[in-house]
């Protein structure tokens, strides 16, 4: 039967049984048979704001060759909140992670995290599709793997962090890698952070109130009329660029059992972008507090170690150093404040302690970071 190719769909109710033995074939061969599947929506659409389901797919790759169980997650457009549908139109949110999950189906991609010793920093794709106003990513499902989401509201633990950020680490030298090879990543896509902006003011005005009656509301005050400023900090401090996830904490990511294996998901805010955002995102939006007070060095140590090692395995060589990189961490911290600062209204009293909000105020005055912020013109 002549292969046919896959196309995007609207919705979960336009899932097929020829569409997903489409999609499996674009994955593991025009030999592979589907000899039955169902779809699961979840039972609650808290936590996702695209529509998604869940494909139980059974088939054989062959004849006569035994029947396989395979679990995949799908993601489509979201079909309801025309303020979401806008907002993923202007920052073309869609367009970011068709894009990025299509270089992470490539062989190029795979080879450069195998040869890394890394195996699956993100889900396996099995197809993703962008067409008009549809959207179809379709993933291995994760939760059939055995991994877990873990966000308490506490923080992540060091153990996470340093898991997390030895994934990304290798996901970052291959961006570097393809970058060098070709001239350009394909995950190259311009993104306006400025519609973001009110976000940020909000986010500010509720550590306002944490902080009442103390000197440090001065200091959050002062921040208010720059809150249009903190995501153009990178533009002004330029290091490595990379694709990098752009929105990476904790909800984003999925843990094995014993924390020794990260898989990040969710890549949306994909770009090509200074690695370290990365970092000063996962670390003040998600770490226990003790991660960036304590621990600091040893966490950086283990990106670094994990980065470096990465691009030698693949040949692959660059003309800086770790303490330029920690210099550039220093320099790079209101980025990550930044989207704790959009996200917050979000994430108290759900994601986030009152607790750990303020640890991270503190943490960055006393580091002098918003200081140094507020007197650059």
């Not at 992470?104 to 993703?128: I, L, N, Q």
């Not at 902006?197 to 509301?217: D, M, R």
Request: hydrophobic fraction near 40%.
């Amino acid at each position: 039967m002549e292969y046919s190719p896959v196309t995007p769909l609207s919705s979960p109710a336009e899932v097929t049984q020829a569409w997903v033995e489409q999609v499996l074939r674009h994955k593991l061969g025009s030999s592979l048979k589907l000899n039955s599947w169902s779809v699961k929506l979840p039972e609650t659409k808290n936590g996702y704001l695209s529509e998604v389901c869940f494909i139980q797919a059974y088939f054989s790759t062959k004849e006569e060759a035994p029947e396989e169980k395979l679990s995949l997650f799908a993601k489509f457009m979201p079909e309801s909140e025309k303020a979401l549908q806008d907002f993923m139109k202007t920052c073309r949110l869609a367009e970011r992670e068709v894009e990025f999950y299509k270089h992470a189906f490539s062989r190029e991609f795979r080879d450069f995290c195998e040869t890394s010793g890394m195996h699956h920093p993100v889900p396996k794709v099995y197809w993703a599709g962008l067409e008009d106003s549809k959207m179809t990513i379709v993933l291995q499902d994760l939760c059939s793997d055995g991994l877990r989401l873990s966000a308490p509201m506490e923080g992540n633990s060091l153990k996470q962090i340093k898991c997390v950020l030895a994934t990304v680490a290798v996901i970052h030298g291959s961006g570097i890698a393809t970058i060098q090879k070709q001239g350009k990543h394909p995950g190259d896509i311009p993104l306006d952070m400025s519609h973001l902006s009110h976000y940020v003011t909000k986010g500010i005005n509720a550590q306002i109130n944490l902080f009442e009656g103390t000197p440090t509301v001065d200091i959050l005050r002062a921040l208010l009329p720059k809150a249009s400023e903190l995501f153009s900090v990178p533009e002004k401090h330029p290091f490595l660029k990379s694709i990098i996830h752009g929105d990476l904490w904790a909800a984003n990511v999925m843990f094995s059992q014993d924390d020794q294996h990260a898989c990040i998901f969710d890549w949306q805010f994909a770009c090509v972008g200074n690695i370290v955002c990365d970092i000063t995102t996962l670390l003040l939006m998600s770490a226990e507090m003790s991660c960036y007070t304590e621990h600091l060095t040893e966490i950086l140590e283990c990106y670094w170690k994990c980065f470096e090692q990465s691009l030698q395995r693949n040949g692959v060589s660059i003309d800086v150093s770790f303490q330029d990189f920690v210099c550039n961490v220093e320099l790079i911290w209101m980025y990550g404040y930044s989207f704790l600062c959009a996200s917050l209204p979000g994430l108290l009293e759900t994601h986030i302690t009152e607790d750990r909000v303020r640890a991270v105020v503190h943490f960055l005055e006393e580091r002098g970071v918003f200081k140094k912020f507020l007197s650059q013109r």
